[in-house]
């Protein structure tokens, strides 16, 4: 059978996967990959850029027609020479420069790095450029990202709410957002990849991304459930399980084509240029779009018939429909597990 024909008997209810009525399922998978990011979260924790914790900054180039520069272990050694009890952060960027990261030195010692590098690569001093970032400026542009996160959570709750007119959804659609930003920040701390501010921009892309897809579906459910109210063949439960069947095969087809393009950008961007930028906010890109995608699916949409199941209007609906099993024929109730 094609994704075609699969999503065809998915809208018109002939087929029917039971999202909603699993929903248990579903919330103990997600409970238990947001214990697994917040435990990593704490250790080994995320790796922050100088951009973040301040610190000083070398890039090394090879010269023109010269050797290429792909080993690492010299920069390490020669950071050692001037700063025996640190550890430096050692990036290969493509085959021709390596960016040596270290805390924050001295004029003097700044001198006496660049100095030691060159000799430790046989290059020209003038092949390697330095730069610090003060740690007020790093604790700076972390004010800024955490203002723009709490920025954006807070007008998303407002447009959510305004545009659905029901705080259920704008409160599922949070919950949803927190979820996926967990677990990209757990991949992060897993893998050890720096957070830079490329991730936060990257970040705030697969959040919008997830937003976007949880309104499509939400749309749906809305559509879906306000004809249940007026015609009173299914159940509010039901009429948001269909939902998610009606846009399902959309989702996964849009995630897959979106999904093409930054798995290529993330594999160019590390394995092959090195390049961090390119790989700082592919990651976060790849990732959230997987976890937004599966997020809308099978954590939004299952939040929110909880959400409402108590409400009167909900549970009255849901009753005339028990009594009305005659008027029900081929509507698929989710199961209450």
Request: charged share 15%.
């Amino acid at each position: 059978m094609g994704m075609a024909q699969l999503g065809n008997r998915l809208y018109t209810g002939e087929a029917s996967f039971d999202f909603v009525g699993r929903r248990k399922l579903w919330y103990l998978i997600a409970v238990v990959l947001v214990a697994v990011s917040a435990f990593v979260l704490v250790k080994p924790g995320l790796t922050f850029g100088i951009e973040f914790e301040g610190g000083s900054q070398f890039s090394v180039s090879s010269p023109t027609g010269g050797p290429a520069i792909t080993d690492e272990e010299p920069a390490r050694e020669a950071v050692a020479t001037v700063l025996p009890d640190v550890t430096p952060e050692v990036t290969r960027l493509g085959t021709d420069a390596v960016r040596v990261q270290t805390s924050a030195v001295t004029t003097d010692q700044l001198d006496d790095i660049r100095n030691a590098l060159a000799q430790a690569y046989s290059v020209s001093p003038d092949l390697i450029t330095s730069s610090s970032i003060g740690p007020s400026w790093g604790a700076d542009v972390t004010n800024k990202a955490i203002t723009a996160l709490i920025v954006f959570f807070v007008l998303v709750s407002i447009v959510m709410g305004l545009y659905f007119r029901t705080w259920t959804m704008a409160l599922a659609s949070l919950l949803a957002l927190v979820h996926d930003l967990v677990l990209t920040a757990g991949v992060y701390a897993v893998v050890g990849f720096e957070v830079t501010p490329a991730s936060v921009i990257g970040f705030l892309t697969i959040l919008g991304y997830s937003l976007y897809d949880t309104v499509v579906v939400f749309d749906k459910v809305r559509e879906n459930t306000s004809e249940a109210f007026t015609k009173r063949d299914r159940s509010f439960a039901a009429a948001a399980n269909l939902a998610v069947n009606q846009t399902v095969v959309r989702s996964v087809n849009t995630t897959v084509v979106a999904l093409l393009p930054v798995a290529a950008i993330l594999f160019i961007g590390d394995l092959l240029l090195g390049a961090g930028t390119l790989r700082d906010i592919s990651l976060a890109l790849f990732v959230g779009m997987l976890v937004g995608a599966y997020s809308s699916i099978f954590v939004a949409t299952p939040l929110l018939v909880d959400l409402r199941r108590r409400e009167a209007r909900v549970r009255q609906l849901a009753a005339d429909v028990e009594d009305r099993p005659a008027d029900r024929a081929g509507v698929a109730e989710p199961s209450s597990a």
